[in-house]
């Protein structure tokens, strides 16, 4: 072979134009190595399906004819390392080329920067040809701006695109955003249609796993895996998604309940941030199934799904480029608390917790407003140092990776980036999370009390935290409100609160 290309296991693109024609002298490799899958503790469903999908997909290109060569965890001659097995394979064939897809996340690409500082022969990095920007977009299109506003990134995005865009620069229902009309709760007896789910055996990715003594979290039915794990699946799961999810994504896509674990939800972040499915392709086809089902779709189901997507995700992918080494360290309010042991577990008396918690252990999954505001609203209440908090997402859900993991949750849910992601910190007491939920009905806490020893923790947490971080937040005007209430309080009933809060964050590990 002349030519050897590297195929990460985020980058299953088979629309590339690396796989337009095979070339005999240009081989793929492949590889399941020890430094992914122990840089964290990986839900088993989430390494399982990462092997899976890598694995269909080396067997999709070589039936197409492309050299490929797929090292497995257990294979004797695997180094354990992506630049070491390249070393060697370089060396082994002869090779005269290296070539590689840019990764998406800042550790793999300074490690392939320096392998390539290293190589004595040439190399050459392609784009992945997946995302609707470049990588270094986002900082252009704010550059000399102090807030890094997504709504106006999002309303760049649409007209660059066209997307919902009349005449040239009107929006579609002549608004750009309708969440107002989102949000609502899950009536009483509304059953939402099941998720689609597939039969996949993953016996001999789970054996492998375990024979490598790979620490995971979670679990796992053997023979039985939901998610999709190749091209084929993932349209279905896209196609299923327009026609049972899209017409109520929006009016349900705060909504949690206690049955219900993926509403209205696409559940298509696996197969996007694996790149069997490319963004565009997702907006593309949601769009055309509304063109032709206007009846039944609204405006604001399509608008708020083509957001998530087409603005929030390119928008993290922005950030953390512009932000990354430093963002990994941000701690804006110097938050240092460990994670309690029960959101290893689910064991908490919290049930809105329990219930987010155990459902991630069980599916690798949650919602958005689960992971915003119950646990990562937990977390920044309950004062956790953001180091535990990115270590337990980036590991228990199926869609964990850096880029949009780190963004959304030390930026996004803990703040800890001082404002850059978010305007203000993403804060509820009992009363947001009863107003979208049920979960507040089957919980051993009071929800509609603060300062009593059945008190929501979330209530008095909530004052508390603002009363502690009043220095940093009381001149952010979207906080004044809840300022002049808490001192409107009062001092007897602030007092108690305090008391309460305290208690309880000596004793998170008891909730
Ligand atoms: P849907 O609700 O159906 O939304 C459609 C798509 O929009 C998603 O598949 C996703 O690609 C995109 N999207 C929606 N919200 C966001 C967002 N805030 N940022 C980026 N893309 C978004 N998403 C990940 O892909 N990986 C993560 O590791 C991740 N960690 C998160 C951690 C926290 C604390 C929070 C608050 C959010 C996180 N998100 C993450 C964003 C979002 O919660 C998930 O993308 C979404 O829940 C995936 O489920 P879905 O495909 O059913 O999404
Ligand atoms: Fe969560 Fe508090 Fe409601 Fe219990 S009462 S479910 S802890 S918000």
Redesign the pocket.
């Given at each position: 072979y002349k030519t050897l290309r590297l195929v990460l296991g985020d980058q299953l693109n088979l629309q590339h134009s690396w796989f337009l024609a095979a070339d005999p002298s240009t081989l793929h490799i492949m590889m399941e190595v020890k430094t992914e899958t122990d840089y964290v503790w990986h839900h088993i469903q989430k390494a399982c399906a990462f092997f899976a999908a890598m694995e269909s997909f080396a067997k999709t290109i070589i039936s197409q004819g492309f050299e490929t060569l797929y090292l497995h965890l257990n294979n004797p001659s695997n180094k354990q390392n992506i630049s070491e097995n390249i070393k060697d394979l370089i060396e082994a064939f002869g090779i005269e080329e290296f070539q590689y897809q840019l990764p998406d996340e800042y550790r793999l690409d300074q490690e392939l920067n320096n392998l390539c500082s290293q190589l004595n022969i040439n190399w050459h990095c392609f784009d992945s040809e997946h995302f609707y920007t470049k990588r270094e977009e986002l900082a252009d299109f704010f550059s000399g701006k102090k807030e890094l506003v997504m709504e106006s990134f999002y309303r760049a995005m649409r007209l660059k695109h066209h997307i919902l865009i009349n005449n040239g620069t009107d929006p579609e229902g002549d608004k750009w955003n309708f969440d107002i009309e989102n949000r609502k709760k899950l009536p009483k007896n509304h059953k939402p249609n099941p998720p689609l789910l597939f039969d996949n055996d993953v016996k001999a990715q789970f054996d492998r796993l375990v024979a490598a003594e790979t620490k995971t979290i979670g679990s796992i039915v053997p023979h039985y895996f939901q998610w999709p794990i190749n091209r084929e699946q993932s349209l279905k799961l896209l196609h299923y998604f327009c026609e049972n999810c899209l017409p109520l994504f929006g009016t349900f896509q705060d909504a949690m309940h206690t049955d219900e674990w993926s509403l209205y939800h696409s559940r298509l972040s696996f197969s996007m941030n694996t790149k069997m499915l490319s963004p565009m392709e997702v907006v593309n086809t949601v769009l055309a199934y509304w063109e032709e089902h206007k009846k039944s779709v609204a405006l604001n189901q399509l608008e708020g799904f083509v957001r998530q997507i087409l603005g929030w995700r390119e928008y993290m992918r922005g950030i953390y480029w512009m932000h990354m080494p430093n963002f990994e360290q941000l701690n804006y309010f110097n938050h240092v608390k460990k994670l309690p042991d029960w959101y290893w577990t689910g064991n908490t008396?919290?049930?809105?917790?329990k219930q987010s918690i155990s459902q991630s252990l069980r599916f690798a999954y949650a919602h958005h407003i689960q992971r915003l505001m119950?646990t990562g609203n937990f977390a920044l209440l309950a004062g956790i140092n953001p180091d535990d908090v990115d270590f337990w997402y980036l590991g228990i859900y199926i869609d964990a990776i850096q880029w949009v993991e780190i963004t959304n949750t030390r930026g996004m849910s803990q703040y800890a980036d001082g404002g850059i992601t978010g305007s203000k910190p993403y804060t509820a007491?009992?009363n947001y999370?009863?107003k979208m939920?049920n979960?507040?009905d089957s919980?051993?806490?009071?929800?509609n009390d603060k300062i009593g020893e059945n008190s929501?923790?979330?209530?008095s947490l909530y004052w508390n935290f603002h009363d502690q971080q009043r220095a940093k937040l009381q001149h952010n005007h979207r906080l004044s409100m809840v300022y002049r209430t808490w001192d409107k309080m009062a001092p007897a009933l602030k007092a108690s609160v305090l008391q309460r809060a305290n208690y309880y964050l000596e004793n998170l590990d008891k909730l």
């Open positions: 008396n919290m049930n809105c917790l119950i007491s009992a999370i009863h939920s979960y507040c919980c051993k806490y009071d929800r929501c923790p979330f209530n």
